[in-house]
């Protein structure tokens, strides 16, 4: 059973940057992927970022963030890193880890809020 948990949520101004963090209970070479999604209130959770541990140069973001949010991983540390930057008021939600092992099994973790507001 791999557990994620995340860190780094807060409230921001609009236009202020965040970096959420997940570690991962299991060394990432057991991982194949890593995803990022959020969810706001009264909305479906959606996809913001996701890299494929086999091929990091390749990461995957929606054009609702391409540009303002950077995903990365730390093999030592076990984390994978959701860098948010320029952020706006519709960026609030709460964001979730989830993480597929080489089995194909997929992993949540417990979400972190994120607000944006002045």
């Known amino acids: 059973q791999v557990q994620l948990v995340e860190s780094g949520g807060g409230l921001v101004q609009p236009g202020g940057s965040l970096r959420l963090s997940c570690t991962v209970s299991?060394?990432?070479?057991?991982?194949?992927?890593l995803g990022w999604y959020r969810q706001a209130p009264g909305e479906q959770r959606e996809l913001v970022a996701s890299i494929d541990i086999d091929i990091v140069s390749e990461p995957y973001y929606p054009d609702s963030v391409k540009g303002r949010f950077s995903i990365s991983i730390d093999n030592f540390l076990n984390t994978v890193y959701l860098q948010m930057t320029n952020l706006r008021p519709e960026d609030t939600a709460v964001y979730y880890c989830?993480?597929?092992?080489?089995?194909?099994?997929?992993?949540w973790g417990q979400g972190t809020q994120v607000t944006v507001s002045s």
């Open positions: 989830r993480a597929w092992d080489r089995s194909r099994a997929d992993y």
């Open positions: 299991t060394s990432l070479f057991n991982i194949k992927a």
